[in-house]
């Protein structure tokens, strides 16, 4: 494994509750992302950062935000869940550009908004 | 707008034959690519990649061929073997913006036929 941990694995929520998901890592990857699967849509990049307290959004970044206070954790947080939040959460952490292209994944993180 | 696009939904081969999997891409400016296959309930795992420079890269049973002039790139694995049944994505990765995002597609289901 490449050292990335996502908890919670599973994580069952109702409407209109916060919920945060973590991702950490210990394997110094200056780039973590997060990404979510449904079926039809592929993996869709939520958000990313680049380095601590460095973050963008990615092409599905409305009704999440993301905070990277150390190069090891990157948190997503559901402000306010819906039920279109329904999903499988991917962090992935890489190092582009430093010759070493391939991201690694996390495990999953399945919630469901109810 | 899908700037990668896996138009197969879904690919059934026989054991033992060859297996193609196809991805389009609409940004001229992406210049590498990588394949991931993916268990259920598992994260996806980096399979191999390619950089825009070469128009081949072999692993094993795995090769992916790059078209540039058509943005198409094609994953071949021969031969197919039942334990290859999984989804595919292809990525590309995106540093236009001076930071680095990976660009996936929908994914193909593959089964291998025993």
């Known amino acids: 494994d490449a050292g990335i941990t996502q908890s919670p694995r599973h994580k069952v929520t109702e409407t209109g509750t916060p919920v945060t998901l973590r991702c950490h890592q210990t394997?110094?990857?200056?780039?973590m992302y997060w990404y979510r699967q449904d079926p039809g849509h592929g993996l869709r990049l939520i958000h990313y950062s680049y380095g601590v307290k460095d973050t963008d959004k990615g092409e599905v970044s409305d009704g999440y935000s993301v905070s990277r206070s150390k190069t090891e954790d990157f948190l997503l947080t559901l402000e306010s869940a819906t039920s279109s939040q329904t999903s499988v959460y991917f962090c992935?952490?890489?190092?582009?550009?430093?010759?070493?292209?391939?991201?690694?994944f996390g495990q999953g993180t399945r919630l469901t908004v109810v | 707008d899908q700037q990668v696009k896996q138009n197969s939904p879904s690919l059934s081969v026989q054991e033992g034959r060859i297996s193609i999997l196809n991805c389009d891409y609409t940004?001229?400016?992406?210049?590498?690519f990588l394949w991931y296959k993916k268990y259920p309930a598992e994260g996806p795992t980096f399979l191999i990649s390619i950089s825009s420079i070469k128009d081949k890269n072999e692993d094993g049973r795995f090769t992916v061929f790059l078209n540039k002039s058509a943005k198409h790139l094609s994953l071949h694995i021969v031969p197919s073997q039942p334990g290859d049944s999984a989804v595919y994505f292809c990525?590309?990765?995106?540093?236009?913006?001076?930071?680095?995002?990976?660009?996936f597609g929908t994914g193909t289901r593959l089964k291998v036929l025993a």
């Open positions: 940004n001229s400016m992406f210049d590498y």
């Open positions: 992935a952490i890489s190092s582009p550009g430093t010759g070493n292209t391939e991201a690694f």
């Open positions: 990525a590309a990765i995106s540093g236009t913006s001076g930071t680095y995002k990976y660009i």
């Open positions: 394997e110094n990857h200056r780039y």
